[in-house]
Every structure is written in C-alpha cells, then in structure tokens.
C-alpha cells in the first residue's frame, strides 16, 4: 500500500507551528511561539500575523527536516482554516495554497477547534469511539461528542469566557504575566486550594460560563487590598491553588454530568488548558475511581500545534475531503 504523508501548518493565534506525519504518525511537530506579545498581557493580531510572517518558513522547513521529508514527497498540504484571529489565519492558509499550487497536492482545511480534539488519536493507546472530549483553551471550552473522526457534536459550551481566559484573567488581576494559565498552575503547586472559596456559577445543562468567577476575585482581592496592600504577594500560592481548584471543580462537575446524560465512559481532555497538571491529576483520579477509560495528550499536543492539524487532515484525506483554492479563513466557525 502506498504511504500517505502530509505537510501540516498552524498557524490560527500566536504560536507558528509546521508538522510532517506519515499514515497518521506524527514524524515531526515544530512549534514556534512568539514572545512579542508578552509585554502587552494579551495577543496583539497584528503583531501575530507579522511574527507569522517572519516564522513560516523557517518552521516548515525545520518541520521537513526533522522528518527527514522533502517536498516532493509530500502528498497534501493541510492548514488551519478557521476559527482563530483572521490575521493570523490568513497567513497560514495563503502559504498553504501557495504550496498546494506549486506542487500540485491536493489541499485540506481543518477546523482548529475538532483538531484539538482528535490530537488525542496521536498516541496509541487512543481512545475507542464513541468518546467524550473536554477541550479547554484560550479562547474556546466545548464537550464534544466524537463518533467518528468526521462525527463530532458539540454538546457543551461556554456562554461568555472560555476557560482559559478564566485562568488569563484572574492571573492579571494577580499580577502574573500573559499568558497566566501556566503560572497560576506553577504557584498552585505550593498553595492551599481550599483556602479560599470563590463562587462556582450555577448554569443549566452541560453549557458553562466564566466571567462571574473572574468578578468574584476581582472584588474579594479589592476587599482584601483594602485592608493589605501586600494582600496578594503574601497570599499568591494560596490564591493560585484557591482558583485553580474552582475552575477544574466545574469543569469536572459538566465532565461528570455529560458521562450521565450520554452513557459514554472514554473520556478525554483537550486544548491548551489540558496541560494544567490539576485537571490532568484530578481527571485521572476521578476516572480510576469511577471507571472511565481517561486519555490525555502529551503537554506538546495540548497547546496549540500542527501535529493535531496534520492528524484531523490524514483522516480527511482518507475520506479525499479535500479543499479547492477558493478556500477562505474564517475567524468563526462552527462544524
Ligand atoms: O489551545 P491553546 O494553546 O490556544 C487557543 O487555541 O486558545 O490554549 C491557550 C490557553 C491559554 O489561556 C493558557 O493560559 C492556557 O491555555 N494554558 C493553561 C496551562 N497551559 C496553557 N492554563 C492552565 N494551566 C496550564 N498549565
Ligand atoms: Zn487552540
């Protein structure tokens, strides 16, 4: 049989990343992240899309050589087509079809939001369909139900801030850089998670929101500032555990009721908020004592990256649902 090998690029927010895999193996997943934005506390578009500009072909080309892959044997280009900022995507996907012209390869569009969720087929064991997926990042906190790899439903979603942002948010009200995600994780480790307790929002179904959480802190560190200027830097490990331990506790009580309400038992999570060591911890214990099958992609294909691009295209592929150059990037997109 004839081996399939596929050129994928990512490049929807602010990291620039090039992936090679042949027959659904990831050989190569080069990631490119971009340090501009940091002094800004948030992603600057603009400045993403330069940075993409700048990194593209460096990435591509690292990507190849790591996989030991010329172009010339390079069966289809893929790209991220949509959702994410649409300069950045525009970057991607004209470099894409640029490429697929050139060679004369066939072009596939994938969603960023149903690759994140099919990273978890990267490594074997993957888990079996139909399954679950928690995916949690930046700008997105969906629960998907997966039957096929072209199947996916959502079945949950944020009404106001993704998960992510929580952690991005609350972290800026605690002084900690863009993106603080990672950090509250970091400082959580030596705090006490029960120290303090902030209001978990109460909303119907298997839907979630976020931005009450974000002003629960916002006016009990007003209140505590008041009182002690230093309220924070004397309480930071605390206040990272304390808010850590609320943002998995709803995620993991939706988790908990989709399990119910669709009978599904393979639960997996996905997304750069996946790489928070609470939720993997607490998504593993949970699972073990209640036995759910749990999987949890490697830390390289949480956050964002063209491995997962490259594994959503090779099922494409076998299903030769392919792109034509008409194709446009779309800052929203649902499936
Ligand atoms: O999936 P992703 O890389 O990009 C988007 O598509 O949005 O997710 C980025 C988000 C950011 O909000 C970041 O703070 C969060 O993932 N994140 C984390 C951790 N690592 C990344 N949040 C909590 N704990 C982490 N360890
Ligand atoms: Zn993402």
């Not at 992936?19 to 501009?36: M, T, Y």
């Not at 995916?135 to 944020?158: F, K, N, W």
């Not at 490990?237 to 309400?261: P, R």
Request: contains cysteine; proline residues 5%.
């Amino acid at each position: 049989m004839l081996s399939i090998t596929i050129l994928a690029i990512e490049s929807s927010c602010d990291e620039t990343s090039a992936a090679v895999c042949v027959d659904g193996k990831i050989l190569s997943n080069h990631i490119a992240g971009q340090k501009v934005h940091e002094q800004y506390g948030g992603v600057v578009p603009e400045l993403a899309s330069r940075a993409h500009m700048q990194n593209i072909v460096p990435v591509v080309n690292v990507a190849l050589s790591t996989a030991q892959t010329q172009l010339a044997a390079v069966d289809a280009i893929a790209f991220t087509q949509a959702p994410g900022l649409i300069g950045s995507l525009l970057v991607g996907t004209q470099f894409a079809k640029s490429l697929s012209l050139a060679l004369n390869k066939p072009l596939i569009a994938v969603h960023h939001m149903q690759a994140h969720v099919l990273a978890n087929l990267i490594e074997a064991p993957g888990p079996e369909f139909p399954f679950l997926c928690l995916t949690v990042s930046g700008g997105h906190t969906q629960i998907v139900l997966a039957r096929a790899p072209d199947d996916l439903e959502v079945i949950g979603a944020t009404i106001d801030d993704a998960a992510g942002e929580a952690f991005d948010k609350t972290a800026k009200l605690l002084h900690l850089p863009y993106p603080g995600g990672p950090l509250i994780d970091k400082y959580a480790k030596q705090g006490d998670a029960t120290r303090f307790k902030f209001a978990e929002p109460q909303i119907p179904g298997l839907n979630f929101s976020f931005s009450g959480l974000k002003t629960s802190v916002l006016y009990f560190l007003q209140k505590e500032i008041a009182a002690n200027p230093q309220f924070i830097e004397q309480n930071l490990a605390d206040l990272c555990a304390s808010v850590q331990h609320t943002i998995v506790n709803v995620l993991m009580k939706k988790l908990q009721k989709a399990v119910q309400q669709t009978g599904i038992h393979n639960v997996c999570i996905a997304g750069g908020v996946s790489a928070n060591s609470s939720l993997r911890n607490t998504l593993t214990a949970y699972g073990k004592k209640h036995d759910w099958k749990t999987f949890i992609p490697p830390f390289q294909y949480c956050t964002d990256n063209a491995g997962m691009i490259a594994i959503t295209a090779y099922y494409k592929y076998l299903k030769s649902d392919f792109a034509t150059l008409e194709v446009s990037p779309a800052a929203r997109a649902t499936w």
